[in-house]
């Protein structure tokens, strides 16, 4: 019993832990590229998209490293499905979220994009009967090829718009405090990480639970609470590019970065059942190219904001259902 108690706060704990690193790492980063002259936006799209996203990335790494699979794909899959109907739904209804145009022609459906490649990559049965569905290490390359593509075309847009207003603030420290920073920040995203994915593990083992829907749930939305935090508080400075931005951008290097490289370091098979949170992630990233359509001006009304949400609470749901 002492041993089941010990194991939960662990897991919790993992959830603070690897979030206050998150946050360490990128104060410290975005200090340190201030000081470098590189302008908040190419910072935005890069150092703050890499740093919400590390926590996906450290449990990912973890779970794939222990042969856990299942919650390293679960992890993902669900952390894109949270982003989209949870965090935007939840920012929209706080403040409706306008979204400039080359935003709706372009970050979107690459997101889209990144998960339809995901779906075709990792399903080999679509092209051999008899093959088993893997994400393999030539899928994992393309997909970092497909990353490389994303940050040049992100640089790009950073240069078209560093003589424009910097929405984002960064913080100022001296090279030590920020190089401090950088360093305890990926220790507590190590130890964070570790935590929960052990804590993960033996949770589903004691109540039988499948890895993946832990993945898919409490870990999903767990490591997307630093998107949740950036999104919300974003709404509420009325700043919504930064909303929209930060989640288009993590959902993008989740599949292309996280299962890229997790997928060159260690095949990952695919459970069929995946393919339904596939179609789900295909869903919502719909669902958010088409909610820019509705209103001419391209905005996420308050009332789009509460659909998501209660689509989401449905996935969920259902999960707990049939999983």
């Known amino acids: 019993m002492e041993h089941q ?43 703050v998209a ?28 669900g952390s894109n499905i949270a982003n989209i109907l949870l965090v935007l739904g939840i920012s929209a209804i706080i403040y409706p979220i306008a979204v400039q145009r080359n935003t709706v022609l372009k970050e979107i459906p690459f997101s889209l994009l990144a998960v339809l490649l995901l779906g075709v990559t990792a399903n080999d049965i679509l092209f051999d009967w008899e093959a088993t569905s893997v994400i393999s290490r030539i899928d ?83 490591t997307s609470l630093p998107e949740l935090a950036t999104s919300v508080v974003a709404a509420f400075k009325k700043q919504t590019d930064i909303a929209i931005g930060n989640i288009v951008g993590s959902n993008v290097l989740n599949i292309l970065w ?17 393919n339904i949170d596939i179609l789900m992630t295909i869903f919502a990233s719909l669902i958010l190219f088409i909610s820019m359509y509705i209103s001419k001006k391209h905005v996420i009304e308050r009332w789009q904001g509460i659909v998501m949400v209660v689509f989401y609470l449905s996935y969920v749901g259902f999960l707990v259902i049939n999983r």
Do not use: C, H
């Open 5 to 47: 108690i010990f194991t939960y706060l662990l897991f919790i704990l993992g959830f603070v832990v690897l979030i206050t690193g998150a946050n360490m790492l990128i104060d410290g980063s975005a200090s340190i590229a201030r000081k470098l002259s590189i302008s908040n936006i190419a910072i935005g799209l890069t150092v």
């Open 50 to 77: 890499f740093g919400t996203s590390a926590p996906e990335f450290i449990v990912s790494f973890f779970a794939t490293l222990k042969g856990n699979t299942d919650l390293a794909i679960g992890n993902i899959l």
């Open 258 to 274: 996280i299962l890229g490289f997790n997928a060159v370091i260690r095949p990952l098979p695919l459970n069929p059942a995946s």
């Open 140 to 222: 994992g390359l393309v997909f970092l090829l497909f990353l490389v593509i994303f940050i040049t075309y992100t640089f790009g847009i950073s240069k078209l718009k560093e003589n424009g207003e910097d929405a984002n603030e960064v913080k100022n420290y001296g090279y030590f405090k920020s190089a401090a920073f950088i360093l305890i920040g990926l220790v507590f995203l190590v130890l964070g990480g570790k935590w929960i994915v052990d804590g993960a593990v033996k949770i589903a083992e004691l109540f039988n639970i499948s890895q993946s829907l832990i993945g898919l749930t409490v870990i999903a939305v767990g």
